[in-house]
């Protein structure tokens, strides 16, 4: 039997925290990619770490630097990275009609943090990043940092990004320090902004009446 678009590539979606959200992008886009109104794509969703529970993983996994203030195990990122990038992806790519040309990576809070230290760590091999509600506090906003000295390096970032905040996150104060996450997010596109980067294309939207638990959906669809 002919095989049904043969000659047809995908774009893939990788989701962090796989565990709890992938019935998000499976549910959400079932309908419009039906009706055609969303173009069908590949839904990759990568789980924790079989050895250790989920919060542990996540919190190693996602975030960029050892950050001693965190009882858990910190600064795993790299790590989790390459095994994305030399294990994942290869196999997706090799297995399933991908299009390597249109890799789509989307995390929440920490998931979204992760997103955007791959940006800086790996430009280019994802070519657009949804980052809904990112920790970008994490670390005295150590993100911030690295976003500066990529842009000391570099003249150019070849990314599509969109990042989502929910309207009533209001300030917290994560282990003695104060920050705003929605001022966070306007603070992290203004900066990608200012550097009249050719090749970003950076949108931020503020979600109404969504909370850190409920912006999830709406950012991803949007």
């Given amino acids: ?19 709890y959200n992938f019935q998000v992008p499976a549910g959400i886009t079932h309908l419009p990619m039906n009706a055609g109104t969303v173009e069908d794509f590949i839904i990759v969703g990568v ?21 001693p203030a965190f009882k858990q195990e910190t600064g795993g990122a790299g790590a989790y990275l390459g095994f994305i990038e030399t294990e ?52 005295q906003n150590v993100m911030f940092e690295m976003e500066e000295t990529y842009a000391a390096a570099h003249a150019d970032l070849p990314a599509a990004v969109y990042v989502s905040i929910g309207e009533l996150e209001h300030p917290r104060r994560p282990r003695g320090s104060e920050y705003e996450m929605v001022e966070d997010v306007k603070t992290f596109e203004r900066g990608l902004e200012s550097r009249n980067y050719p090749g970003v294309h950076i949108r931020a939207g503020v979600i109404e009446g969504a909370t850190r638990e409920t912006v999830f959906p709406t950012a991803l669809m949007n």
Wanted: aromatic share 16%; no cysteine; proline share 7%.
């Fill in 47 to 67: 789980g924790y770490d079989r050895a250790s529970t989920g919060d542990a993983s996540r919190v190693r996994d996602y975030t960029p630097t050892r950050n």
């Fill in 88 to 139: 994942v992806v290869p196999l997706i790519e090799r297995d399933y009609r991908a299009d390597p040309a249109r890799r789509v990576l989307a995390g929440h809070s920490f998931g979204g943090l992760f997103g955007a230290y791959a940006m800086f760590t790996r430009p280019g091999f994802f070519q657009a990043y949804i980052l809904s509600s990112p920790s970008f506090w994490y670390h």
């Fill in 1 to 19: 039997a002919k095989l049904e678009n043969a000659n047809r590539r995908y774009p893939v979606l990788y989701l962090n925290d796989a565990t």
